[in-house]
């Protein structure tokens, strides 16, 4: 079994910052891409960034310049620093990963979501 456990969401005022964490832990082999997603209230949920365990990354349109994602591969470890934050960045952020597990099956794993909210 693979667990991905989130951290770091709260509420935090407009042009401010947060960083979110992202752990998997269990029986892992590999990780390969990591990547954070996000769920406004009544909106379908959206990539946010992404990145392969070889560093590339990729970014929304909407977070581009103000948002980073790294990562730590000998933690399994994903992480989003979120800088200039604006009201329409309030939602569940969500992290997945790509994760070939000990019995060399790979699946994509889906962590349960921190709550970021930016106040104007």
């Known amino acids: 079994q693979v667990q991905l456990v989130e951290s770091g969401g709260g509420l935090v005022q407009a042009g401010g910052s947060l960083r979110l964490s992202c752990a998997a832990s269990?029986?892992?082999?590999?990780?390969?891409?990591m990547g954070w997603y996000r769920q406004a209230p009544g909106k379908q949920r959206e990539l946010v960034t992404a990145i392969t365990n070889g560093g590339s990354t990729n970014y929304a349109a909407s977070v581009k310049g103000r948002f980073t994602i790294s990562r730590d591969n000998a933690k399994n470890t994903v992480y989003l620093q979120m800088n200039s934050l604006k009201p329409e960045d309030t939602a569940v952020y969500y992290c997945?990963?790509?994760?070939?597990?000990?019995?060399?099956?790979?699946?994509?794993?889906w962590g349960k979501g921190t709550l970021v909210t930016v106040s104007s």
């Open positions: 269990g029986s892992i082999f590999r990780v390969n891409a």
């Open positions: 997945n990963a790509e994760v070939v597990d000990t019995r060399y099956s790979k699946l994509l794993y």
